[in-house]
């Protein structure tokens, strides 16, 4: 923790990057109590203030989540094609209701507001990357995908 | 709505010029394409400061974050001090909008260069991007034009070996619209929940650590080098006179192609729709159009010669705002589009202030009923008064904007939402 931390300046500024790059090396892809405390002892910010941010944007989690994140863009033009369905489609599939981990670790199931991928809607975003163009048939195959690779690590 | 002319429609390219014609990753195509040529003959010749912000002022360059305000009166309102900042703002988070993310993966150097112009007329020395997190490709491609730009001794201590120094950082954000409106943003760069200012002081006096700041557009700024390197004349030779310019506009929803073009200032919303979208999809008609974003206005056929830029858009009761146009044809319905405008504003009212994060789930539960067949003739008015006491009582503009959508929704396309009050939902037509 502590070298990951060193590569930022110890300023407030830093705090948001901070916060990225904690989720990003968890495995679990949140913010435990332990991490946001040592947060704030580096950059000497009172833990209040550090909370305070990490609980006010949707990136963040406290809560642990999947090796995977799923996030389905939910804003009118994805609706509007059709996007709505395909919550049902993935909650089905991967056995859990928006904002759920499943059992085995593998997913976390979201919604977002538009990812700005809307020429190619209804889209989503897997990890960091983004998926358009989405069918019922495409959404599965994205996460049939996803299990394999994970399976072959 | 009769489809598309045959002969392809013609784009007029300013900021999208090398989008797709060089490879973004590569400093020297991009000087081969004419990057920097601005900024190095700024430089080189000294020109006053003054003047940079004089021929911006003159290109009559208005905002493309969705405002509109006058670009050079921006900079020329800037507070004297010896720090100061440029902020480009690359939250972009508005519904339908992703022509900011064209630029900064596409040609990231010449929103590198706008700043810089920016930094040099204002007097700033330090710029920030802030880009939202979930564009992963952007913040790759705008950090290693950041990092050539250093090396190739265009970003740094003393610029192309001048006096004037500029640097730039990348700065990350983490999932919050609101982070998009300026002071929001300022304060999610200190580090802190992105939480609205009040407004006045404005940025260009106590902005970013309390200095004075600019925040401008990612399309906004990448219209800066072209303008200074062939003058504000030559950019008044496109659009109209009080929108000089071309604008990026996403063409989206019920169309043929959906896809994100630049045109003129001015170019009707018919022939967007028809032009460049290819028409309405599968030969159906058209009913009804988001312009905007989220935040935006709900037209309906009346509309479809409406000049897009924003004095012409604005005096025929719609707006430009991110020039999202999210186009319905004659199935989709203005209830469910209402729907989802309304819930993404409760999902985003950042709850600082009372009348926003209340009403916001207010409008929902109101807009629920409608859809659902239980509402009353009395709810869809209660829709609008509660949407116009957000307007007057809070504190950003987030809560100040749904009673546009629900207004114009309202005014054009009442029977449908009388229609849905008569019988429950799914037994009408
Ligand atoms: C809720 C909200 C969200 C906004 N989102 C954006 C955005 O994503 N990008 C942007 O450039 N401006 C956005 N704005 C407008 C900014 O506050 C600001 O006016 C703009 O960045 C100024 O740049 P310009 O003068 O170049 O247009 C938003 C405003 C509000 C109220
Ligand atoms: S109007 Fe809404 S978004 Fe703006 S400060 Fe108030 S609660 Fe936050
Ligand atoms: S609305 Fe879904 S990506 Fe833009």
New binding site residues.
């Given amino acids: 923790m502590n070298e990951l931390l060193r590569k930022f300046p110890r300023s407030m500024e830093s705090l948001l990057d901070i916060l990225h790059a904690i989720q990003d090396a968890d495995p679990q892809h949140h913010l435990s109590d332990e991490a946001l405390q040592a947060a704030a002892e580096y950059l000497g910010a009172p833990l209040s203030e550090v909370v305070s941010t990490a609980t006010f944007y949707t990136m963040y989690s406290r809560m642990p989540r999947g090796r995977h994140i799923i996030r389905l863009c939910e804003s009118p033009p994805c609706q509007l094609l059709g996007g709505e369905t395909l919550l049902d489609i993935l909650a089905e599939d991967l056995g859990v209701a928006v904002g759920e981990t499943a059992p085995d670790g593998a997913f976390t199931l979201e919604t977002t507001s538009c990812l700005g991928a809307c020429a190619e809607g209804p889209a989503m975003m897997v990890d960091d990357r983004i998926y358009g163009a989405l069918t019922k048939e495409k959404v599965l195959s994205v996460i049939a995908e996803v299990r394999r690779s994970d399976a072959t690590r | 709505m009769q489809p598309g002319s045959r002969a392809p429609a013609k784009e007029t390219r300013i900021v999208l010029e090398n989008c797709g014609r060089i490879d973004p990753e590569s400093l020297s195509e991009a000087v081969k394409a004419g990057a920097y040529k601005a900024v190095t003959q700024v430089v080189r010749e000294k020109r006053p400061s003054a003047e940079i912000t004089a021929e911006i002022k003159r290109s009559g360059l208005r905002g493309r974050g969705g405002a509109g305000f006058p670009t050079g009166v921006k900079w020329s309102f800037t507070a004297p001090g010896d720090v100061k900042y440029i902020v480009c703002n690359a939250d972009e988070g508005e519904p339908g909008t992703f022509k900011d993310r064209l630029i900064l993966e596409g040609d990231p150097h010449k929103l590198l260069e706008g700043m810089m112009l920016a930094g040099y007329a204002v007097g700033a020395s330090k710029g920030y991007v802030y880009i939202r997190g979930e564009y992963s490709l952007s913040i790759r491609r705008i950090q290693k034009a950041i990092d050539d730009a250093r090396a190739g001794g265009y970003l740094g201590d003393a610029v192309l070996g001048s006096s004037f120094a500029f640097d730039i950082e990348v700065k990350k954000g983490a999932g919050a619209y609101?982070c998009g409106?300026e002071t929001?943003l300022i304060e999610s760069i200190e580090g802190k929940r992105g939480?609205?200012r009040l407004k006045p002081p404005y940025p260009g006096s106590v902005g970013l650590w309390k200095k004075p700041t600019v925040v401008n557009n990612v399309e906004t700024l990448a219209n800066v080098p072209a303008i200074i390197a062939r003058g504000a004349d030559w950019f008044r030779g496109f659009g109209t006179a009080s929108s000089p310019g071309t604008k990026v506009f996403q063409i989206l929803g019920d169309v043929e192609t959906p896809k994100a073009v630049e045109v003129e200032m001015g170019t009707p919303l018919r022939t967007l729709i028809e032009a460049f979208g290819g028409g309405i999809r599968a030969g159906k008609r058209f009913k009804a159009a988001l312009l905007g974003g989220a935040a935006g206005a709900i037209v309906g056929p009346g509309a479809l010669e409406m000049p897009m830029d924003f004095d012409g858009a604005k005096e025929r009761g719609g707006v430009l705002g991110s020039g999202a146009i999210l186009v319905l044809d004659e199935d989709a319905s203005v209830v469910e589009l209402l729907h989802g405008i309304l819930r993404f504003f409760r999902h985003?009212?950042?709850?600082?202030?009372v009348?926003?994060?209340v009403g916001?789930s207010v409008l929902v539960t109101l807009s629920e009923r409608i859809r659902s067949g239980a509402a009353t003739a009395d709810d869809l008015e209660r829709l609008v008064e509660v949407a116009r006491t957000?307007q007057a009582t809070?504190?950003?503009?987030?809560?100040?904007s749904p009673i546009l959508p629900i207004q114009t929704a309202v005014d054009s396309f009442r029977e449908e939402f009388e229609a849905r009050m008569a019988k429950p939902c799914g037994a009408g037509a």
């Fill in positions: 609101v409106e929001s939480y609205p985003e009212s950042c709850g600082q202030c009348p926003c994060r916001a957000m809070s504190l950003c503009p987030l809560g100040q």
